[in-house]
C-alpha cells in the first residue's frame, strides 16, 4: 500500500477522534467523515507500519446512520466530528467506546451503564474562545492548524453567541482595528472571549488584545449591550501581550459592569470569572456531578475532593457531607471556590491551592480523616504516587473517579485495582455531543 493508492474499503468502527476505520491488507485505515457501514472510496495519505491514513474520494454505499449535514463549517472546522451520522448511532459509538477501552487498558470486565445523554445536542456550550480572522471574522482553527475557518451560527452555541459575534466582526471591521499575526507577534486582536449561564442568562463578553488598550471600546460596549439587553453583566478586556498560544493573559481590564456572572449548578450559586474552570455543558454537568453524588452517598462523610477547580462537584455535597476538603493547583480557582462556598452559606468547607499529590501528603500528616476521595484530574490522569497515598494513608472506602479521558480512567482503574480497590460502576456521560469527547463517572469501594 503506498501513498495516493485509491482503494475501497468498508467502515466497521469508529476511532476515539470520530475518524472511521476499515480494514485493508491487515492494516488499519482511519477515515475522517465516515460512519459505521460507509463503502467509500479512499484515497491513501501517509502509511505507517501497521496502520494508514486516508481521505473519501467517494461514498459507494451511505451508512444507514447517515444524516445531512446541517453546518457549513463542517469538516473544515476542528470542532464536531458527528454531524453527518444520527445522535443515537453517535451516543451508542461513544457507549462502545468507553467499554472496550475499559475493556482492553483497565481489564475491567463489566459493561457501563447506560450512558447519560441530554434532550438536545445542539446549543449546550456556555463558553466559547473564538480566534479572529485577517478580516475581523470569528471562527474556529482547522483541525491541526491555526488557519481560522469563519463559523457563522455555530450550532453548538446560545444564538447570543452569534449576536454578540456580529456586533464584534462589525467594530473591528468600521474601525479597522488590526488582528494578531502569531509569526510577527504584531496587531492588536488576538481573541473574543464569551460566556453565558444557563440558569440566570447573565453573559459575559471578553477581547484578548496584544496592548493595554482597545480603541474605541466604549462604542463596542454600547453595541453589545443593544444586541444583547438585559443579559450583558460584564465587559472584559483581557491583556495577553506574550508570544505564546495560551489565550489568556493574567491581566483583566473590566469595561463594563463586573468581573464576573453567576450561575446556579446543582443547586448552588456559581461566581464565574475570565479564568474560572466551568462546565461547557451546564445541565450534562449536572447530570454527571449528579451521578457522582450517587456514587459518593456524602450524607455525614468526611470529602476529599483532588483537582476540585473552583468547588462544584463538592460544593454541591457540602449540604449533606460532615466536611469537604478541595484541593486545586490554579489559585484562581481556589479564590473561586472560595468565595462560592461563602456565597452560599457553606461552611463545613476548606479549599487548599496545592498540587494535588503535595497537599494529599500535608493532609496526610495533619492525620485528616477520609471516607470518600473524589478523583476529577486533567485528561492525562492521576499520578501513580498519588493514587498509592490515596490507597494506602486516605484508604476511604469510596473512591469517586471523574473523568474526561476514559483511556487514563482505565489505566489509573487498574492501578486502583492493585492497591486494593474494586471497581463497582460506572456511567459515561455525554457532556460533548458531536464532538468525539465522553466524560465518565466511577465508583471504586475498598476491597
Known amino acids: 500500500m503506498n501513498k495516493n493508492d485509491i482503494i475501497e474499503l468498508q467502515i466497521i468502527d469508529i476511532s476515539s477522534d470520530g475518524s472511521g476505520i476499515g480494514k485493508s491488507e491487515g492494516m488499519a485505515i482511519f477515515v475522517p467523515l465516515t460512519a459505521v457501514g460507509d463503502t467509500v472510496k479512499a484515497r491513501i495519505l501517509k502509511v505507517k507500519k501497521n496502520y494508514a491514513f486516508a481521505k473519501t474520494e467517494e461514498i459507494i454505499t451511505p451508512s444507514k446512520h447517515r444524516i445531512p449535514v446541517d453546518c457549513g463549517a463542517f469538516a473544515r472546522c476542528g470542532g464536531c466530528v458527528f454531524r453527518h451520522i444520527d445522535y443515537k448511532s453517535e451516543a451508542e459509538l461513544k457507549q462502545n467506546r468507553v467499554m472496550q477501552t475499559m475493556h482492553r487498558i483497565g481489564g475491567v470486565d463489566a459493561d457501563p451503564q447506560p450512558i447519560i445523554v441530554p434532550q438536545s445536542p ?23 492548524s491555526h488557519r481560522c475557518i469563519p463559523c457563522g451560527d455555530c450550532l453548538l452555541h446560545p444564538e447570543n453567541f452569534y449576536k454578540a459575534g456580529n456586533v464584534f466582526t462589525s467594530f473591528v471591521q468600521k474601525y479597522n ?38 480603541p474605541h471600546s466604549d462604542i463596542l460596549v454600547n453595541d453589545l449591550n443593544a444586541a444583547l439587553g438585559d443579559n450583558l453583566k460584564s465587559v472584559i478586556l483581557n491583556i495577553n501581550t506574550k508570544p505564546t498560544n495560551v489565550v489568556l493573559g493574567d491581566k483583566n481590564i473590566l469595561l463594563y459592569g463586573r468581573e464576573y456572572i453567576y450561575d446556579i449548578l446543582c443547586g448552588v450559586k456559581v461566581r464565574i470569572s475570565p479564568h474560572s474552570f466551568y462546565q461547557v455543558n451546564h445541565d450534562m454537568a449536572e447530570a454527571l456531578y449528579k451521578k457522582a453524588a450517587e456514587y459518593a ?126 471497581l463497582k460502576e460506572y456511567t459515561p456521560v455525554d457532556l460533548f455531543p458531536r464532538t468525539a469527547h465522553t466524560e465518565c463517572a466511577a465508583l471504586l469501594t475498598k476491597k
Open 177 to 214: 482595528i488590526s488582528v494578531y499575526n502569531e509569526q510577527s507577534h504584531s496587531g492588536l486582536i488576538r481573541h473574543f472571549y464569551l460566556r453565558q449561564a444557563q440558569q440566570t442568562g447573565e453573559i459575559m463578553v471578553g477581547v484578548v488584545i496584544n496592548g493595554n488598550s482597545l
Open 122 to 144: 445542539e446549543r449546550y456550550r456556555n463558553k466559547a474562545l473564538y480566534p479572529v480572522g485577517e478580516n475581523g471574522e470569528i471562527g474556529f482553527y482547522s483541525k491541526h
Open 297 to 422: 452517598e456524602p450524607q455525614d462523610k468526611n470529602i476529599l475532593d483532588l483537582y476540585c477547580g473552583a468547588g462544584t462537584i463538592s460544593l454541591s455535597m457540602a449540604k449533606s457531607a460532615k466536611s469537604i476538603i478541595g484541593v486545586e493547583i490554579v489559585d484562581a480557582a481556589i479564590r473561586d471556590a472560595k468565595i462560592n462556598a461563602k456565597e452560599n452559606n457553606i461552611t463545613n468547607a476548606r479549599f487548599i491551592c496545592a498540587d494535588a499529590t503535595a497537599a494529599a501528603e500535608q493532609l496526610k500528616q495533619e492525620k485528616i480523616k477520609t471516607d470518600v476521595v473524589i478523583l476529577d484530574p486533567p485528561r492525562k490522569g492521576c499520578d501513580k504516587a498519588l493514587l498509592n497515598l490515596v490507597a494506602h494513608d486516605f484508604a476511604p472506602e469510596r473512591i469517586v473517579y471523574v473523568s474526561c479521558d476514559v483511556a487514563t480512567l482505565a489505566r489509573d482503574t487498574a492501578i486502583l485495582t492493585d492497591l486494593g480497590y474494586k
